[in-house]
């Protein structure tokens, strides 16, 4: 569920390639496979036609071949990524054979010389590992058995932080920030199909860890083949069946007692805090089993796996840090058929279920959470169908196709009661040591409203390789996208339909309760709040984009090669309400690449790109004008007595509030008629070279800004609407329209170093440091679960002014320094079996912050400059300085892995790994509580307004524990270890 999310809707029609290309629809974007490619030629350096070009893996059903044409050239398309034998053969020469990795997503060049032989003989080609060099997509390919060496999580999140230009510093649990852009609108491909949170952009757990074969990470310079992102794209594969049969058993084991408490709960109890307590002693256990092999030897494959976890984990409640036990039951069930039609023509289809039970909670999130009250259970059942067909038409055409289907969504995730003392409370920010939105007295959001997040996808792609001779070699793709996002739910903020916002009353920095254990809210007059949210249960809404692209993937000569590539995305809506205004909006976004090898043999390589990238048509705005996931809005203000308590009538009595705003999406919500997503604008330059036999060094520099940004805008020039609802007049309300602006800005620039180095068989490197040089605007267009929310920039403009109220200045996810280093150390120990060592080094410079004051009122000054609003605003948010004056801790975290593993019998390996995270217990403050107060006696700017500020009592202290969605401090050290067996 979300934090009531301003939506706004799209909608839009396209058809320009379809007709041409001439395929049926089936679903996903992007690329699940590799491509292999080069030319062959004589000694003399002629091309070589007639060459067959053969290749077998172990990821190949069969073997696939290829014959080169006059220019010597060959392709071959659809090779799912794995190991690769290569063979070149033609009658009269010797052999060339090669091993090569085919990576997920890769376009691979392998070009080669035939000797004319006397007698048959083959030259053997060294192996090497897919190069960093041959793209100019900026990307990261990580396998799972790299991945699984190390002291880390394996989900997509944690694997994708670990690529340059990548932090995992968005305001929500999950999300991933890519080169600056909105964390919610990044894109998670698994086998090639959307996983992602329609709203928050965060992968939905459809995978199995043991299941993963490989993720590619996407940061700039992408392919039009890919869209629906500003950000970038984290595309993973699952594994396959094989020719033989293999499987693995594993069991991860934790313990809260094998990790050291965090210096928030040794602090809490130093300061003997009621409720916190010392790790417990409670061993966790998850499961996951694997198993694939032939059902028919290279015509039919099955693949399927388990993991079941049944957890118990002891959290804190923020700010007073009272422990509490979180209980997760999860099982994930996956099962993949792969079959050849015949070695040139394949079918796919796989299931992929998920099902979660979560009991206690915290309904929002727990940096929120400072009341056991506010915890819930719930369940959120998630299961994806895909599809797919590739197959080769002619040796210059190759087709691919596929459908898809997910599902997700929340049951029991808020709470029951309609009685309006059991509402949920927000604090104002206020009081000292209590941060603004502190959570307390009842679960927000409404278990009677359930909520479901669907997608279903179409897609295909036609491929065509054209070889011109002096042209060069043109791999040409044709694509079609059909995405349509689904959203039923009316997002009820409250069982009660109310929430309170109202500070909790404080002694001694912490909130004060009730005999029956409730926290007081303290009613003041003129400043409590109450917003009344009236849901439209079972509401739905469909955003659908449609998207055809074109690509060129065009090697000109040994010196040039070129990406040429754009892509067309439109977007439209349909909803369950009538009164809900649909909108058609369309974009056109090039993407260009090229590059210059200095001496033709692949040393040196200077890179540049250039690209667009569209938006996704994100459901907290292009349906901001329906009731689903936007419920009616009615704004109080306390104007009664002032009080304390849940026993404190007059608190409860909207008979002592007034209305001071509201929003009715169907009333006073309207969309421009010319509204599109927001527009990236993104180039780089790129240099790089080989570092001696087995290593590649890259610098790259990226620079990106938005335009196009969806803003809401309340002006005068808008008008009011006077709004009834059943025969009941709620009043005169500004209306509000969702427009697109230039107004906001958004800037990143930065530089990425990448080093990947294998010196000897038994050790490999890798280091890359991300340095953001700017990261800057005045519009963050998110937060705490908020995705695609709206500024002040536009709203009633009279009453601001951009120092005070929109500043400019460095964004919260920026982060100066990034330094990932990682390596596995292998020692092979005969028949006693292999030793490795994982290790692996995080820095990470301190995240920005500002300085701001939450529910300030506004002065006479501001008040006067009122030119008739129906509702002016009582409150503000007022900054201080610029936007992200302030900067939380650096963390230097190192990480530790030992594995072994011994073979038995046959294939049969039982394995045992060890795992110390954070090895040296470092507990920098990565965040901490940032309240401020306006400062009544400093000088007034010309709005009338304090320019001073007064820092409250918690102000530089962790309020929030390593587990939180706003973590004020790293996972303290810990222990854990997995067994298991591989065969």
């Known amino acids: 569920m979300n934090l009531v999310i301003r939506k706004a809707t799209l909608a839009g029609l396209v058809a320009l390639l379809v007709v041409a290309v001439g395929f049926t629809p089936a679903s996903a974007q992007g690329v699940q496979t590799g491509v292999l490619s080069g030319v062959v030629e004589s000694n003399d350096g002629a091309p070589l036609p ?49 091993s090569m990795q085919l990576a997920l997503g890769n376009a691979s060049t392998f070009n080669a010389t035939l000797a004319v032989a006397t007698v048959q003989e083959t030259v053997e080609v060294t192996a090497d590992a897919p190069s960093i060099l041959e793209n100019t997509q900026v990307q990261a390919n990580y396998r799972a058995e790299m991945v699984d060496k190390l002291a880390m999580n394996r989900n997509l999140a944690a694997i994708a932080e670990m690529a340059p230009g990548v932090s995992d510093n968005g305001p929500n649990v999950g999300q991933v920030v890519i080169a600056g852009a909105f964390a919610y609108d990044n894109v998670f491909l698994l086998n090639g199909v959307d996983i992602n949170d329609n709203l928050f952009g965060t992968s939905n757990n459809l995978f199995i860890e043991d299941a993963i074969q490989e993720v590619q990470i996407l940061t700039s310079g992408i392919s039009a083949e890919y869209g629906r992102f500003s950000g970038g794209v984290i595309n993973a594969v699952t594994k396959s069946g094989g020719n033989t049969f293999f499987g693995s058993y594993r069991a991860d084991f934790t313990n809260p007692s094998w990790r050291d408490e965090s210096r928030f709960v040794k602090e809490g109890i130093a300061a003997n805090r009621p409720g916190i307590r010392p790790n417990r002693d409670d061993t966790t256990l998850i499961h996951m089993a694997t198993l694939g092999g032939p059902v028919v030897k290279d015509r039919l494959w099955f693949f399927g796996a388990a993991r079941r976890e049944s957890s118990v984990e002891s959290r804190n409640l923020s700010v007073i840090g009272s422990s509490y036990d979180y209980q997760l039951d999860n099982k994930r069930y996956e099962g993949k058929l792969t079959g050849a039609i015949s ?236 009164e809900v205004q649909s909108v058609s909006s369309s974009a056109f976004v090039p993407r260009l690449g090229a590059t210059f090898d200095v001496k033709g043999d692949g040393k040196w390589i200077l890179q540049g790109t250039y690209a667009h990238y569209a938006g996704k048509a994100a459901e907290t705005q292009f349906a901001d004008n329906s009731n689903v996931g936007t419920p009616n809005l009615l704004l109080y203000q306390y104007r009664g007595v002032p009080g304390q308590g849940i026993g404190f ?76 609802r059943d025969g009941r007049s709620f009043g005169t309300f500004d209306n509000v329209e969702i427009q697109n602006t230039d107004i ?50 536009q709203d009633r403009p009279e009453f601001y002014s951009e120092a005070r109220h929109y500043p400019g200045g460095r964004l919260p996810n920026y982060q100066k320094h990034k330094v990932r280093m990682f390596g596995n150390f292998d020692l092979k120990l005969g028949r006693l079996g292999t030793a490795t060592l994982g290790a692996l080094y995080r820095y990470d410079s301190g995240q920005a912050f500002s300085f701001f004051a939450s529910n300030v009122a506004m002065t006479a000054t501001q008040l006067a400059r009122n030119p008739g609003y129906a509702r002016p605003p009582t409150t503000q948010t007022l900054f201080f300085g610029e936007r992200g004056a302030g900067e939380y801790e650096s963390a230097h975290l190192f990480d530790l892995a030992l594995n072994y593993e011994v073979p038995i019998v046959k294939t049969w390996r039982p394995w045992v790994k060890l795992e110390l995270r954070n090895v040296f217990n470092k507990q920098p403050l990565i965040g901490y509580n940032t309240t401020v107060t306006a400062d009544p006696n400093s000088p007034r700017d010309e709005l009338g307004l304090p320019t001073g500020y007064i820092r409250g009592s918690a102000f530089g202290t962790a309020t929030a524990d390593w587990d939180a969605n706003f973590a004020h401090l790293p996972r303290p050290r810990e222990f854990r270890f997995s067994l298991g067996f591989r065969f």
């Open 50 to 98: 007639g060459v067959t070009v053969t290749v077998t893996s172990p990821a190949l059903q069969g073997e696939r071949t290829a014959v080169t044409d006059s220019s010597g050239a060959y392709i071959l398309r659809g090779l799912p990524p794995g190991e690769y034998r290569v063979k070149m053969s033609l009658a009269g020469f010797g052999d060339v054979e090669r």
């Open 343 to 578: 070695p040139n023509h394949n079918l796919q289809a796989s299931y992929i279920r998920n099902t979660t039970a979560e009991f206690g909670r915290a309904s929002i999130n727990a940096s929120l959470s400072i009341d056991a009250a506010t915890l819930v259970d719930r369940t959120i059942p998630n299961d994806l169908f895909v599809a797919n067909y590739n197959g080769v038409l002619t040796p210059t055409l190759f087709l691919e196709a596929q459908y898809s289907q997910k599902k997700f969504g929340f049951r029991g995730t808020g709470g029951t009661s309609t009685t309006i003392t059991d509402s949920p409370f927000l604090a104002l920010g206020l009081t000292g040591g209590i941060p603004n939105q502190s959570h307390y007295n009842a679960p927000y959001f409404s278990s009677n409203d359930p909520e479901n997040r669907d997608n279903r996808q179409y897609s295909a792609a036609l491929s065509y390789f054209l070889s011109t001779g002096s042209a060069g070699r043109h791999d040409l793709k044709f694509g079609f996208e059909n995405f349509t996002s689904s959203r039923t739910g009316g997002n009820s903020q409250s069982a009660t339909g109310y929430v309170f916002r109202a500070d909790p009353v404080v002694a001694g920095g912490q909130p004060v309760r009730d005999s029956n254990g409730r926290i007081l809210p303290n009613f003041v007059p003129n400043v409590s709040r109450i917003e009344n949210w009236i849901g439209l249960q079972g509401a739905e809404i469909n955003i659908r984009t449609l998207s055809f692209y074109v690509n060129d993937t065009w090697s000109l000569n040994e010196h040039w090669k070129f990406n040429l590539g754009a892509r067309y995305e439109g977007h439209e809506t349909d909803a369950t309400q009538a």
């Open 649 to 724: 009538a007059p608190g409860f009595d909207l008979n002592n509030y007034a209305v001071i705003d509201g929003s009715f999406p169907t009333s006073n919500i309207f969309l421009a008629e010319d509204l599109n997503t927001p527009t990236t604008r993104e180039w780089t330059l790129q240099a790089g070279t080989r570092v001696g036999q087995r290593g590649e060094f890259k610098v790259i520099y990226t620079d990106r800004s938005v335009s196009n940004f969806l803003e809401d805008f309340i002006t005068r020039d808008n008008g009011t609407t006077l709004v009834s």
């Open 744 to 793: 906001p800005f958004r800037d990143y620039r930065g530089m990425q170093f990448l080093l990947n180095h294998r010196p000897l068989d038994w050790f490999s490197f890798f280091a890359h440091y991300t340095l953001q040089l700017r990261n800057e605007g005045n519009f963050e267009g998110e937060a705490a679960n908020q995705p695609g929310n709206y500024s002040i920039i």
